[in-house]
């Protein structure tokens, strides 16, 4: 394992909003990461690379509940305004919380950021602007 939670955490500390987000990947991808899936529930991510070797963050948050219902429209919203810089991390959890997203897998190699339901379905694919 060539990277450290600590390497990642000094590189998202680097990020004031969603407009930040592009830097924040190549940062980790320079560091090895190959993909890594967050949960909205309480912010663990695993942060995997190549060979599947793994460090995860742990709970950073108290516990968010994952709506039971999914609104895909409002999460899109939301997610927009996030990206344009108008909301922090923690509000967009929240945002994912309250609209039924369970979380997102960020996929460094095609450059994918796939969010995911209660259920585990796929419910939106976005390519990551470089």
């Known amino acids: 394992m060539k990277f450290t939670i600590d390497e990642i955490e000094a590189e998202h500390q680097k990020v004031k909003?969603?407009?930040?987000?592009?830097?924040?990947?190549q940062a980790i991808k320079n560091l090895g990461v190959s993909h890594y899936k967050a949960l909205v529930a309480d912010g663990n991510t695993k942060y995997f690379?190549?060979?599947?070797?793994?460090?995860e963050t742990g709970a950073t948050y108290d516990t968010l509940r994952i709506s039971e219902n999914l609104n895909l429209e409002q999460f899109k919203s939301?997610?927009?305004?996030?990206?344009?810089?108008?909301?922090d991390y923690i509000t967009f959890c929240k945002?994912?919380?309250e609209n039924g997203v369970k979380g997102w897998?960020?996929?460094?190699?095609?450059?994918?950021?796939?969010?995911?339901?209660k259920n585990g379905n796929d419910i939106?694919?976005?390519i990551i602007p470089s």
Not at 49 to 55: K, R
Not at 105 to 117: A, G, H, I, R, S
């Open 78 to 87: 939301r997610l927009k305004l996030h990206q344009q810089g108008e909301t």
């Open 17 to 25: 909003s969603g407009a930040d987000f592009p830097n924040y990947i």
């Open 105 to 117: 897998k960020m996929d460094l190699n095609d450059m994918t950021c796939t969010y995911f339901e």
């Open 95 to 97: 945002d994912c919380a």
């Open 49 to 55: 690379d190549l060979e599947n070797n793994f460090a």
């Open 124 to 126: 939106l694919v976005e």
